[in-house]
C-alpha cells in the first residue's frame, strides 16, 4: 500500500468532483497552493492535522484520503 499515492490520486479526484481549484482548496485549507500541488504530484506527505483539515473541507473522512482509490475502468 502506497499512502502517498492513494492520497494523491484520492485528493485530486475528490478536489475535481467539487470543482475545486487548488487554489481554492489551498485557501480553504490555509495552505499554499503549491504544496496542494506537491500533495497530489506525491513529492510532500502531510501532516495529519492537514488530512484532517483537508477531510474536514472537502466534507469527508480523513481515511477516505487514504484509502485505496476506486479504479477507472479503461473506455473503449
Known sequence: MK???NLAKNLRRIR???K???DDLAALV???RTYINHLEGE???PTIDIIERMADHL???PTS???EPPSI???P
Do not use: D
Request: hydrophobic share 30%; net charge positive; charged share 40%.
Open 30 to 32: 490555509e495552505v499554499h
Open 16 to 18: 475535481a468532483e467539487r
Open 59 to 61: 466534507g469527508i473522512t
Open 3 to 5: 499512502l502517498r499515492r
Open 65 to 67: 484520503l487514504l484509502e
Open 43 to 45: 513529492k510532500r506527505s
Open 20 to 22: 475545486l481549484s487548488q
Open 73 to 75: 475502468p479503461p473506455k
